[in-house]
């Protein structure tokens, strides 16, 4: 089980390598939507990596309440739990 | 064509290929008589038992020029047209254009075939949840000339013809249309192609269209010698930049070449072989040069498509004799898939660059491998080294494409 500081650097990972956003600018209190201009397909795209990361699943009418990064980190986290 | 029709004329060239990461080394490999062949370095090529173990592969690789998210956002063969029309916008003098007189035609004989067979073997392995969302526009055949459009802002249009090996030809012949109709006053137009994957190269390898000259992968590439046993799978895009005459004008720009005009025909004779007398390319020749109001003793040079496969080198050979009669034999004929490889949807347009490049340097390139000319060809072919093009003033070079499914197109281009 990783800790949250772990989830937040590896799903930092994910978004770089789906937007090329730096990972330092994927911070727990940034907006997927407003703050990083991710759109819903890109979503998508690191969810189901970050499923396949984090060995835990996130379904679909759970992805629309993730709407920050620390959002996302916590939902990972408890999932693993 | 009518009087008033509007000129069309290349201002920008982009190319990825077996020979170079560029046009200038791919030219520069042409000229040298470079072959691009070599063995895959795949393990597919053991873990499948495949009958060829060798091909053309790019030898500038997508993911040394791209950014690693545009490798994972980009099928192969999106990556190979973005390298190309980068190139090609960059050489055009990055035109001011009106995003609504800009369009994008880019062609692909196969389309995203990485992708798809990449996401079904991760849904058999994986299940349903775990293919990734942008599959689809990764796998669509019109995926290379969308990802162009988006780029350079293309509102004008984006299209994708498809027509196997003639893909990247026929793009041209659209996009010429499209500014000679008045729809669109610069074009990006070119193929891409990358499908070397052991599927494709087992269904290849399955009609014996491959050759199979497994030890001696630079010399297996033989169009027009008695010893040819099939293609060589190449991969890469070549890109142009087509503008009207008084568009390139107005801005200054430089222009490699003039594309007078495009023949098109099909064989409607068998799925894969090609009618053996060569009538439907002879129609498309004859076509092209009519439309550009040309008689064949204009003519100074051929690209042929000659792909080094038994049957179609010699179709061709005789098509070329039924269009031009006796000018035929003032004509040097070069088959620089002998360097090349065959870049299946990507060939038309790659080769319609080096038809170019050779009406501009006056240079036709070498033929490789033709140790012992197939005594059923008569064309003038140009052997072992470039050879000076004869004439003075403007030369004319028509470049043939042929592809499964019986399509000829023939595309006419004359210097400046």
Not at chain 1, 38 to 43: F, T
Not at chain 2, 45 to 55: K, R, S, W
Not at chain 2, 147 to 171: D, K, N, Q, W, Y
Not at chain 2, 197 to 205: G, K, M, Q, R, V
Request: overall charge negative.
């Amino acid at each position: 089980m990783a800790s949250e500081q772990e989830i937040l650097s590896g799903l930092a990972e994910i978004v770089n390598e789906e937007t090329g956003l730096p990972t330092d600018s994927v911070q727990a209190d940034k907006s997927f939507t407003d703050d990083l201009d991710i759109d819903s397909l890109s979503m998508m795209t690191i969810v189901v990596n970050a499923e396949e990361k984090f060995g835990v699943r996130i379904p679909d009418e759970d992805v629309k309440n993730l709407r920050t990064v620390g959002d996302a980190v916590a939902y990972i986290s408890q999932a693993q739990g | 064509m009518t009087a008033t029709a509007r000129r069309v004329v290349v201002t920008g060239m982009g190319a990825t290929t077996p020979l170079g990461g560029d046009v200038r080394s791919t030219w520069e490999g042409a000229l040298a008589g470079r072959s691009g062949a070599r063995p895959f370095s795949a393990s597919w090529t053991q873990e499948y038992d495949l009958p060829v173990t060798f091909g053309a592969q790019a030898a500038v690789p997508a993911e040394d020029v791209l950014e690693r998210r545009e490798i994972k956002r980009l099928d192969p063969s999106q990556q190979f047209a973005v390298i190309a029309a980068r190139e090609a916008w960059a050489d055009a003098g990055t035109p001011e254009v009106d995003p609504l007189r800009l369009a994008s035609v880019v062609a692909t004989g196969i389309g995203g075939i990485w992708t798809l067979l990449t996401a079904y073997d991760t849904l058999r392995e994986k299940g349903a949840r775990r293919v990734l969302p942008l599959t689809v526009p990764m796998l669509m055949g019109n995926g290379p000339t969308a990802a162009i459009s988006l780029e350079f802002t293309a509102r004008a249009g984006a299209h994708t013809p498809v027509s196997a090996c003639a893909s990247g030809a026929e793009a041209l012949a659209y996009g010429a249309d499209m500014i000679r109709t008045g729809r669109a006053d610069i074009v990006i137009a070119g193929g891409t192609e990358a499908a070397i994957h052991p599927l494709p190269i087992a269904s290849f390898a399955a009609m014996h269209a491959l050759s199979r000259r497994n030890e001696d992968p630079a010399r297996a590439s033989r169009p027009f010698d008695t010893q040819r046993d099939g293609f060589v799978l190449g991969e890469g895009a070549g890109i142009v930049v087509l503008e009207s005459e008084e568009h390139a004008r107005a801005r200054g720009a430089r222009v490699h070449a003039e594309l007078l005009s495009a023949g098109l025909s099909a064989d409607a004779h068998h799925v894969a072989a090609p009618e053996p007398e060569g009538a439907g390319v002879a129609r498309a020749v004859r076509d092209a040069l009519r439309s550009a109001d040309l008689t064949p003793a204009d003519l100074h040079h051929v690209n042929a498509h000659a792909t080094s496969t038994p049957a179609g080198d010699v179709a061709e050979d005789k098509g070329l004799r039924l269009a031009l009669g006796d000018a035929v034999d003032g004509v040097a004929v070069s088959a620089t898939k002998s360097m090349t490889g065959h870049l299946l949807g990507a060939a038309g347009a790659v080769e319609s660059i080096l038809t170019v490049r050779a009406l501009q340097e006056r240079t036709a390139p070498p033929t490789i491998n033709v140790d012992d000319l197939d005594p059923d060809v008569s064309l003038d072919v140009v052997r072992k080294d470039a050879r000076p093009l004869n004439g003075t003033g403007r030369l004319v070079g028509l470049n043939n494409a042929f592809g499964f499914g019986g399509h000829n197109i023939s595309l006419v281009f004359a210097s400046v």
